[in-house]
């Protein structure tokens, strides 16, 4: 029982640091659509309708949502930093777009997005709390304080596919390759809810990155939208992975699969299969979890079947 908790202990917390977990906070679920109503309007992706953008002072947005703002004229003009962070500007249509997860790991309260050089324009990010559910794990004092060394081929393995997955994420197209709205990948009852907190004796280790969709073995697993296989291979914690790249720092990934249909490199189209449910890598059962992970944080995938990507109506 020992052994089995310490090693799970330690997956959990190499898997924290896979998915990008790991943070404190109280987090968040839903997303605040963010534009006024003029430029919300539904239109082509990447071709937002207003020619003049107007730029907000002030968004709101919920731990685990995202947020967006259109600027006139192309990226280059707009160099961004949100929070202190360079992050992309990607072209939509004559306009640009920077487009943001508030990471379930901020904490309530204002941030500062900034673009341009010389008279750059600042938009207060006003991220809001969520209730992120908890659960909450007890183990003895001798158990927690349990550390089993890891193996070093184990742990150089896990560090050099923690750079393969940030790597795959890390070169999204310019232009959004979705098309219309996005599409639950299987059909199945939540068994694990994103953003949840995990608590040890108390202390929080680790965070849930994604949905935990439980569904039977050798289900089919859809294509959430169009996109090209940035990663599809076997990895140690996660089993047989799939990322998705969707364009304008968009991923989403699907873990655990019994069998990867897809490989990288590959362009897939929305509702296409790419693999069966399964558990693999470090599960307890067969689910698939399925994460979206926008330009460094990952958001709630509902969302993108809730309200949509920028421009495009569910
Ligand atoms: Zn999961």
Redesign the pocket.
């Given at each position: 029982m020992k052994a089995i908790w310490r090693r799970q202990a330690g997956f959990l917390a190499l898997l924290a640091a896979l998915l990008g977990a790991g943070a404190l906070a109280a987090l968040a679920v839903s997303a605040i659509r963010v534009l006024p109503a003029a430029l919300a309007a539904p239109g082509p992706p990447g071709t937002p309708q207003a020619a003049q953008p107007a730029i907000p002072q002030k968004l709101e947005v919920s731990q685990g949502g995202y947020f967006y703002i259109i600027l006139p004229g192309p990226p280059q003009q707009w160099p961004a930093r949100f929070n202190g962070q360079a992050v992309p500007v990607y072209p939509a249509g004559k306009n640009s777009i920077i487009w943001l997860a508030a990471s379930y790991e901020l904490k309530p309260g204002p941030y500062l997005l900034e673009a341009g050089t010389d008279r750059p324009i600042r938009v207060q990010i006003q991220v809001k709390a969520h209730a992120f559910p908890v659960q909450a794990l007890a183990v003895s004092a001798a158990q927690e304080q349990i550390v089993r060394p890891e193996d070093p081929a184990v742990a150089a393995r896990e560090q050099q596919e923690v750079r393969a997955v940030d790597a795959a994420r890390s070169h999204s197209s310019p232009h959004p390759l979705w098309q219309g709205a996005f599409i639950w990948p299987v059909q199945g009852h939540i068994s694990?809810e994103f953003g949840l907190i995990r608590k040890v004796n108390g202390r929080i280790t680790g965070r849930?990155s994604?949905l935990?969709i439980a569904a039977p073995a050798g289900t089919p697993v859809l294509a959430s939208n169009s996109g090209v296989v940035v990663l599809a291979r076997n990895l140690l914690l996660t089993g047989n992975t799939v990322i998705l790249d969707h364009g304008w720092g968009l991923t989403t990934s699907y873990?655990h699969m019994s069998q990867l249909q897809v490989h990288e490199g590959q362009q897939v189209r929305r509702g296409q299969v790419i693999g069966t449910v399964g558990a693999t890598g470090f599960a307890t059962g067969p689910?698939l979890?399925w994460t979206a992970h926008l330009s460094g944080g990952f958001i709630d995938p509902r969302i993108l079947l809730n309200q949509g990507p920028p421009g495009v109506a569910p």
């Open positions: 694990s849930h994604g935990d873990l689910h979890h």
